[in-house]
């Protein structure tokens, strides 16, 4: 049985940082691609960072290019996402997801089958 359990999430002032973690269970790890999604009060879902299974390259949305980064360890099963620079409109539960899919599929949350309870991040002063 797949788990995803994410944990970090709280109350940062914007301008901060926060890191949130989630941590897999119930089949290989390594072998899977992982993304982060939010959804914000009456919005829709929406893509935020994925890593594929390999590890190499790396993919954002645009609003959170350059003060996101999301990155894996593998031996800790646990894909994590430090978020710098953090904005009011950051504000939402963060989900973690994990797929196996062609790379360029990543921004869509229909190529993942397993995902995570969710965790809130609030970006307030």
């Known amino acids: 049985q797949v788990q995803l359990v994410e944990s970090g999430g709280g109350l940062v002032r914007p301008g901060g940082s926060l890191r949130v973690s989630c941590a897999a269970s119930?089949?290989?790890?390594?072998?899977?691609?992982m993304g982060w999604f939010r959804q914000a009060p009456g919005k829709e879902r929406e893509f935020v960072a994925a890593i594929p299974w390999s590890g190499g390259r790396t993919y954002y949305a645009d609003y959170v290019k350059g003060r996101f980064t999301i990155f894996r360890d593998n031996a800790k099963n646990t894909v994590y996402l430090q978020m710098n620079s953090l904005k009011s409109e950051d504000t939402a539960v963060y989900y973690c997801a994990q797929g196996s899919y062609e790379d360029y599929r990543c921004y869509e949350a229909r190529w993942y089958d397993y995902w995570g309870q969710g965790t809130q991040v609030t970006v307030s002063s």
């Open positions: 119930g089949r290989t790890f390594r072998d899977y691609s």
